[in-house]
């Protein structure tokens, strides 16, 4: 079946900047989507369609993607961003969803 | 504003059933794909099923497929999942999520709060 690797744990300071990658075969041809997730909480849509930010999105999460690997990249991470943060996206079929295994990000 | 709202959680035995409810509101619901999603506690998302807007499309994990049955009544704006045969590994925060709608709404947008399902003994 498809799958999408993520690193474990992302850790940055306060003020740098964090990436998480996201890996697999039909990255390509399909869009991913980021979502973070809080301690407790359900996960809330971060990026879609690789790039685009929903409303209510602060603008330090940005996404980008090529060939194989999207990426999640918060500029300027801020304690409160603290969070595990997973991509999802469809296999070849665009009929199966999957998600990434998580990336635990640490800002401290 | 949109509200999706799961009930039918609890503890159940191996073996047994349970049907999950989504009551969804503040939106179309006959327009929107929806979703189930679980997550094992402590650990990461795991997508189960998804359903077309008129029912008529289904699609299942792998460790779903046979045994869980996604539906859905537009009639009442309400999402089931149907689960047979529960395994102690089916034990999971189960979430319904809204669907994407192309030109409109980017999918798994909306999430409910989860429902509890424990299997075991």
Sequence with gaps: SYELTQPPSVSVSPGQTARITCSGDSLPTKYAYWYQQKSGRAPVLVIYEDTKRPSGI????????SGTMATLTISGAQVEDEADYYCCSTDSSGKFWVFGGGTKLTVL | QVQLVESGGGVVQPGRSLRLSCAASGFTFSLYPMHWVRQIPGKGLDWVAVISDDGSSKHYADSAKGRFTISRDNSKN???LQMNSLRPDDTAVYYCARGGVVGSSPPLDYWGQGTLVTVSS
């Design chain 1, 58 to 65: 602060p603008e330090r999460f940005s996404g980008s993607s």
């Design chain 2, 78 to 80: 309400t999402l089931y």
